[in-house]
């Protein structure tokens, strides 16, 4: 039986058509991939070969003067690059894969990126993950709306139940077929990535890899459940493609409406002109004010004499400093609420599917906005121990010849792709059984 339905189907016109575009499509998506790694590694390389030619560079003009030296130089911490997110790119063509600071106040220079063409972040990239939300359901609508409306519109279906005993079992198989020949293409692409891309096949790749697989599913066991209602080839048409619009684009466009207006986030430009407010109103009171602030953050530095009637390095970049800490509030306030409104979606994602296999990509991709902050968070870490790294030396007058510049290549930090097997699989599962009851019930009216 399924040798002649493999047979028949492979003769349509939608088997070729569905395997031409899938196969084109996914490999397209897989070389789009492949170039943003390639961005990746030519951005790292620029980036190592520009520290090292400005240290260089800045030592000649400014050796003598630590404290001034500093004020020009930049150190790179990078987000380490890993190959599986070029399955998923997710929000990394936003969010800078590399920060470059100086040792003076980070709020300033935290959330600078590199200019992106508008229209290319609006219409996203065409990576495998899109393919796989977007595309492969549109496929199996295609493939299985008229699995049985166009028997009974063609006037074969009496023939088809005469001749055979379990009419609910030959319309399964016909599912089943259909089905087969989508998993076998997903397969083939992901193996494929895996190949072209480098990927190790390791926790993170079998986790989209059966995410993937799951996704396809449920959308299967929709398409089923729509065929079941035995309705004719134009409402089954409609119906699925209105159920896509709606799970792909209009829901996850109301969740994110919804989570964008009830947790407003102060703008990144608020910190960055609070830490420059912070910085500069310092010229203009006191030394002691600014001394007592930045004393009472770093006590061991209380040894050091400001002097009142000159410029002193201890004074700017405790000014630096105290233009931080006047930005923090605004600061922690905007990544909490930015976790909320992860929370509240990956919340409500539990119950969507198109939303959870998106979620889960991105983060299993490192591409998440999650993963932005982890990377945030080092940042912050990173300039704290470049500045106390350097202020016992710029404090002493020391002179650039006291430092090992040859430990100050780029440093890179490793994201933490760590996730919940239960939350990863679960919800999916949930929905497409729960689904699939539902047809098996309705194929009782055949």
């Known amino acids: ?51 090292e030619e400005s240290i260089k560079k800045n030592l000649e003009y400014h050796h003598d003067d630590l404290g001034l030296l500093l004020y020009y130089l930049r150190f790179t911490l990078v987000k380490k ?56 359901p549109l496929v199996l609508i ?24 379990g009419k609910a079992q030959f319309l399964f198989k016909k599912l089943i077929v259909r089905i087969l020949f989508v998993f076998g293409v997903l397969i083939f692409l992901m193996f494929l ?21 799951l996704y396809v ?39 994110n409406n919804y989570v964008i207006n009830k947790y407003q986030v102060p703008e990144a430009l608020d910190a960055m002109v609070e830490q420059r407010d912070g910085y500069h109103e310092k010229w203009d009171l006191e030394k002691d004010v600014t001394m007592n602030g930045f004393i009472g953050a770093y006590p061991q530095y209380v040894k050091y004499k400001v002097p009142q009637d000159k410029f002193s390095w201890i ?19 905007m990544t909490e609420k930015i976790k909320l409104r992860n929370s509240v979606s990956e919340n409500v994602a539990l119950f969507v599917p198109t939303m959870h296999a998106q979620l889960t990509l991105n983060n299993l991709s490192g591409t998440d906005m999650i993963s932005h902050l982890d990377f945030l968070n080092a940042l912050t870490k990173f300039h704290e121990n470049l500045r106390l790294g350097f202020y016992d030396k710029i404090f002493n007058h020391k002179t650039a010849s006291s430092v090992d510049w040859k430990n100050h ?18 919800p999916t599962i949930l929905i497409t059984v729960l689904i699939a009851i539902s047809a098996i019930v309705n194929l009782r009216k055949l």
């Not at 997110?85 to 894969?97: C, F, H, K, R, T």
């Not at 800490?325 to 922690?332: C, L, Y």
């Open 217 to 255: 599913l449920f959308w299967s066991a929709l398409c089923f459940w729509i065929v079941t209602l035995l309705k004719n080839s134009s409402f089954n048409a409609l119906a699925l493609i209105s159920i896509w619009v709606v799970l792909t684009i209009l829901f996850p466009a109301l969740i």
């Open 1 to 51: 039986m399924y040798s002649l339905l493999f047979k028949s189907f492979f003769r349509t016109k939608i088997f070729l058509v569905s395997l031409v575009l899938l196969l084109t499509v996914g490999v397209i998506s897989i070389l789009i991939g492949k170039q943003y790694l390639v961005k990746q590694e030519k951005t790292i390389a620029a980036a190592q070969v520009f520290q």
């Open 81 to 136: 690059p890993v190959n599986i997110s070029a399955i998923s790119i997710g929000q990394s063509d936003v969010n800078p894969l590399l920060q470059a600071v100086t040792i003076r106040g980070l709020e300033g220079q935290k959330y600078d990126t590199d200019f992106e063409n508008p229209s290319l972040l609006m219409s996203g990239n065409l990576d495998l993950g899109f393919v796989i939300i977007y595309l492969f």
């Open 142 to 165: 295609a493939m299985t709306f008229n699995l049985y409306s166009e028997e009974k519109e063609l006037g074969t279906w009496r023939i088809l139940a005469a001749q055979t005993s």
């Open 193 to 213: 990535a895996s190949a072209l891309l480098q990927i190790p096949m390791k926790q993170n790749f079998w986790a989209i890899f059966l995410q993937s697989i």
């Open 409 to 426: 290549e780029i440093k890179f930090h490793e994201v933490d792709h760590g996730f919940s097997w239960l939350k990863l699989l679960l």
């Open 315 to 333: 004074w700017y970049y405790g000014m630096q400093h105290m233009g931080d800490i006047a930005a923090k509030e605004t600061s922690e306030e």
